[in-house]
Structures are given as C-alpha cells and as structure tokens.
C-alpha cells in the first residue's frame, strides 16, 4: 500500500486529527517494547518459538509507531504526506528478515 500510494494516487492528507494519531503512536511506542521484553524473557525459559514470533511482532509494532509518528508529524508540520510511505518501505529488509527466522523456525530463545 505504501508504494501504491507513494507513486499512483498521492493524496493530500486532511492533518487536523493528527495530534490523536501522535498520541496514539507515543503511547504505542513506549507500550510495545516494554510488552516484546517480557514475551521475549517468557519465550526463552518456554523455548517458545511461537511466543518469539509474537515478541518480534510487537518490537514491529514499535517501529510502525515510529512510522506513524513521524509521518503524522511531517504531514502536519511540513506537507510532506510521502514520509511516511517512504519509511514504511524502508522497513521491509527488517521484515523480511524476522518473517523468515519466523517461518524457519530460527529462534535465538534459550532453554533455562
């Protein structure tokens, strides 16, 4: 969606509701890797893979807030509405990667 976006319909984004979305994003960004440590800590003395796959979710969700954040803010402040699909797709490596170690079962978890 971010390319599509970021080359085939750019739009204008109406920005008076992005202070909402910047709260939102703070709260989510301080939430989430606080919430992906604990899983991370239960994950290794489980050796639960499933658990580390939801765990990375979470430090995802956490870097997404970033992303939204700054993408609200830029918008806001400076009209730039592509920031945020820009950053998005600089994202993807990082998601490929923790998507394989997901399905592949790789899994630094130790068992304790």
Do not use: Q
């Not at 993807?92 to 399905?103: D, S, V, Y």
């Amino acid at each position: 969606m971010s390319a599509y976006g970021l080359f085939f319909a750019p739009r204008h984004t109406d920005t008076h509701e992005s202070v909402w979305g910047i709260v939102i994003g703070l709260i989510a960004k301080i939430g989430m890797p606080i919430l992906a440590g604990y899983k991370l800590k239960v994950a290794a003395r489980l050796g639960s893979r499933a658990l580390r796959a939801d765990a990375i979710e979470a430090i995802t969700c956490g870097y997404l807030s970033i992303v939204l954040i700054v993408g609200l803010a830029a918008t806001r402040l400076f009209g730039w509405w592509w920031l945020d699909s820009v950053v998005a797709l600089a994202l993807i490596p990082f998601l490929i990667k923790e998507g394989r170690e997901a399905i592949t079962g790789e899994c630094l978890c130790e068992n304790t």
